[in-house]
């Protein structure tokens, strides 16, 4: 066998710029802030009803679309935070992660050659996703250092082949969180043009500044047509478990619910179990504290950043920050990434796993969703660049 014999799409998927940082850094036995692993501790709630649940005997098979009490709850939450009204029995699909809904939704909507517009510097993966299912990415550039974006921008992309726009808000790896003016010119352009909008909402509650989440799906018009992707993941510091979710009317949400339960069959079952009593028990406060905490890191490592002169694009929400890295040896993000791992022992992505064009070689990627200790040993490192 020879790798001829590899499905053609393979060939433009490339192996994460993320993980393959991660692989460097435990070579490297360095600090990392690559990946947004999150190792945070978990609410003891969660776990402890997780914990409940398996020894209650639910380790079985869920309904593919997620367990009712799970269901209900992220219904409760979408009501009460988003300000989206679902049915639980129909609209919401429990999934593998956020990831895994995304892609489900991209199975389920999208057919090759169909164009999907979304705003860079991207998420990495929504641009694997949309590349297996043989979708065409279209870019619109975002301006640094507040990510400003040119409504014009992404009128003339539009072709008809586009079929979606994909909202990241807040934002992976820019921080970008949308204002309502701008969700709002968004909603205008998916019902002039008939479009699906995807919303990746999974940082929703990480808010900076006294920002507010706006879910585009409650605006005017938008439920039948957004896809809402939200999970907690990051909320709850379980990266590892997979628990995330789309949101979307009946027939868009039986077509995701289909691929779901294809490549799924359902998210962990216990695990879900132990995300539905964190949604249910644990307060408001919980919420508000979760941000305050991140901004603080935020900051702290952002006036590090700076300090060393590697000036960052302050973000608005969610636990990454893009640096400018220009002034570091090497002429590409990659070796400049590695020049850091190799004289400070800090990993982070090289930009160029965030955009199309060359200004990606000038930011590298952090992650700040680490515990105080390793915040104060990252501040440490880059004060060591100065």
Known sequence: MT???INQRMATLAHSEIRAMTQACVQAKGLNMAQGVCDTPVPPVVIQAAEQAMERGKNVYSRFDGLPELRQAIARKLAQYNGIAADPETDITVSAGATGAFHCACLALLSPGDEVILFEPYYQYHISALLAVEAVPVTV?????????SVGDVERTITPRTKAIIVNSPGNPSGKVFSRQELESMATIAQQYDLFVF????????????RTHTSLASLPGMAERTITIGGYSKTFSITGWRIGYTVAVGQWAQAIGAMNDLLYVCAPTPLQAGVAVGIQELPDLFYRDLARDYQEKRDR???ALAQAGLTPSIPQGAYYVLADVSRLPGTTGKERAMFLLETIGLAGVPGEAFFSGPEGRQFIRFSYAKIDADIDDACRRVARLG
Do not use: Q, S, V
């Open 301 to 303: 490592f952002c006036r």
């Open 141 to 149: 550039k975002m301006l640094a250092p507040d990510w400003t974006l």
């Open 3 to 5: 790798t001829r014999n």
């Open 199 to 210: 919303t990746d909402e999974i940082y929703e509650y990480f808010l900076y500044d006294g």
